[in-house]
């Protein structure tokens, strides 16, 4: 049974800082690992997919790793706002099957 | 990317009542939709996965005939609660699933009472 580990649970920083997210799986055999932010009453948007074959992927301020042998993720946030603030989600997929961690809380301070 | 949506985005009913909740994929067509239900502080929880024109796998310890799902279109995805008790408020999430990429709908906030 895959299970998903994000640490830590939450995290406060001030403007402008760059952070990482971390996220860990038990199973390896993954197909792709998913960065989504999910905002107080609102959906979730999904950030940035790696496929299995992939080590890393990048949107504006937003790199994601993967490193699937290890079974780690992170997340790397550069010049941290106060927009960044939310919950960071990551998720892996098995064989069809999407599974969660808990996320990460995000609070950059202005 | 695909665009989700759900109906209604919020709902209140009666203990014994039983409510259906709507998953629209607005401009693509999905073989393939994903039910899940959030409770408050809590990570999202695969309830099952809608097949388009077939029966709905379930996750273990899901029940099938509470949580009933039909996938009548490529579109077109429902959830009905059965017989609703206050143990089913939670916010429920569509999803759908493209080549490699999963987009999902901004939720359904459902309180029993």
């Known amino acids: 049974k895959q299970e998903v580990t994000q640490i830590p649970a939450a995290l406060s920083v001030p403007e402008g800082e760059n952070l990482v997210l971390n996220c860990s799986f038990t199973?390896?055999?993954?197909?792709?690992l998913q960065w989504f932010r999910q905002d107080p009453g609102k959906g979730l948007t999904s950030l940035l997919l790696?496929?299995?074959?992939?080590r890393e992927q990048t949107s504006g301020r937003l790199n994601a790793s993967l490193d699937k042998s290890s079974g780690r993720s992170t997340l790397y946030i550069a010049a941290s706002q106060p927009g960044d603030s939310a919950t960071y989600l990551c998720?892996?997929?098995?064989?069809?099957?999407?599974?969660f961690g808990d996320g990460t809380t995000l609070t950059v301070k202005p | 990317g695909a665009v989700v949506s759900q109906h209604p985005s919020r709902v209140i009913c009666k203990s014994g009542t039983s409510v259906k909740i709507e998953c629209r994929s607005l401009?693509?067509?999905?073989?393939?939709m994903f039910w899940y239900r959030q409770f408050p502080k809590q990570s999202l929880m695969l309830m099952a996965t809608?097949?388009?024109?077939?029966?709905?796998?379930?996750e273990q310890g899901v029940e099938k005939d509470k949580f009933l799902i039909n996938h009548a279109s490529l579109t077109l995805s429902t959830l009905t609660v059965t017989s609703a008790h206050p143990e089913d408020s939670s916010f429920y999430i569509c999803?759908?699933?493209?080549?490699?990429?999963?987009?999902f709908g901004p939720g359904t906030r459902l309180t029993v009472l």
């Open positions: 998720a892996v997929r098995n064989a069809g099957k999407s599974t």
């Open positions: 790696i496929q299995s074959s992939q």
């Open positions: 999803s759908v699933m493209t080549s490699n990429e999963q987009f």
């Open positions: 809608s097949n388009e024109g077939s029966k709905a796998t379930y």
């Open positions: 199973d390896s055999a993954i197909y792709n």
């Open positions: 401009d693509f067509q999905a073989t393939t």
